[in-house]
C-alpha cells in the first residue's frame, strides 16, 4: 500500500492508502484539470514524495526522481544457481542464506528464518541509503511476488529500477541445503512470473 496525501490551497489535507499510487494521482489531476475553473488541489504526496503540483491554475506532475540504480532480484529453487548468477552481477549482493553463516558453515535454523529475511532486507536498505551502491543483488527463492513487494517498494523509495532474474536449473545442480523433494515441488507449484 502507498500512502497518497492531497493537500488543499485551503490548508485542508487529506491521506488515502492505496494499492495504485500512480492512477490515483491521474484520477486526481484529470479530475481538477476538467472539471474545475481552478485546481482546488495545491499538492499531491505519495509517500512523501512530490508527485503533483498546481501552477497557473492547472495541477501538473512533477517529474519523477532520478534513477539511483538497479536492484537485481534473483529467484529460483534452491540449488538453481541463483548465488552464482547475483555474484557475478555485482559484488554487492544479499540473500537470507548468509545470515545462516556461522565460522564459514552454513548453520540453517527454520525457527529464524523470518529474521534472516528481515536482515537480508535491511541489509538491501542499507546497500541503498547508507553506501548508494549503483548495483544490488538480493539472491532468495522469491516464488510468490509479495515475497518481493518490500523490496520493490524499498527501491521505489530510493530510486532505483527493479529486474527480476529467474534462474533455471538446467545444469542438474542439486540444493546444497537437502531440501526435500515434497517442499522443492511446492516451491515449483507457487512460484509466480510475471511476463507483462
Same mark, same amino acid.
Given at each position: 500500500m502507498y500512502k497518497v496525501e492531497t493537500v488543499?490551497?485551503?490548508g485542508s489535507t487529506y491521506?488515502?492508502? %492505496?494499492?495504485?499510487?500512480?492512477?490515483?494521482?491521474?484520477a486526481i489531476i484529470d479530475? *481538477?484539470?476538467?472539471?474545475? #475553473?481552478?485546481v482546488q488541489v495545491d499538492k499531491i504526496f505519495v509517500d512523501n514524495h512530490l508527485e503533483a503540483?498546481?501552477?497557473?491554475g492547472k495541477l501538473y506532475r512533477t517529474p519523477p526522481p532520478p534513477i539511483k540504480g538497479d536492484l537485481n532480484l534473483v529467484r529460483g529453487l534452491p540449488g538453481s544457481g541463483k548465488t552464482t548468477i547475483a555474484? *557475478?552481477?555485482?559484488?554487492?549482493? %544479499?540473500?537470507?542464506?548468509?545470515?545462516?553463516?556461522?565460522?564459514?558453515?552454513?548453520?540453517?535454523?527454520?525457527?529464524?528464518?523470518?529474521?534472516?529475511?528481515?536482515?537480508?532486507? *535491511?541489509r538491501t536498505k542499507d546497500f541503498m541509503t547508507?553506501?548508494?551502491?549503483?548495483? +544490488?543483488? %538480493?539472491?532468495?527463492?522469491?516464488?510468490? #511476488?509479495?515475497?518481493?513487494?518490500?523490496?520493490?517498494?524499498?527501491?521505489k523509495k530510493n530510486g532505483?529500477?527493479?529486474h527480476t532474474i529467474v534462474v533455471e536449473n538446467r545444469h542438474g545442480? #542439486?540444493? +546444497?541445503?537437502? %531440501?526435500? #523433494?515434497?517442499?522443492?515441488?511446492?516451491?515449483?507449484?507457487?512460484?509466480d512470473i510475471k511476463l507483462y
Open positions: 488543499y490551497k485551503n491521506s488515502y492508502d %492505496v494499492d495504485y499510487p500512480r492512477s490515483y494521482v491521474n479530475n *481538477q484539470n476538467t472539471t474545475l #475553473e481552478e503540483e498546481a501552477y497557473k555474484q *557475478q552481477l555485482t559484488q554487492h549482493y %544479499v540473500e537470507a542464506d548468509m545470515f545462516f553463516m556461522k565460522d564459514g558453515k552454513y548453520d540453517f535454523d527454520a525457527a529464524k528464518l523470518p529474521q534472516a529475511h528481515k536482515w537480508c532486507l *535491511q547508507l553506501w548508494g551502491y549503483e548495483k +544490488i543483488a %538480493v539472491s532468495n527463492t522469491f516464488t510468490e #511476488e509479495w515475497e518481493m513487494a518490500e523490496y520493490v517498494n524499498l527501491a532505483y529500477k527493479v545442480s #542439486e540444493s +546444497i541445503h537437502n %531440501v526435500p #523433494e515434497a517442499t522443492m515441488q511446492a516451491m515449483e507449484d507457487r512460484f
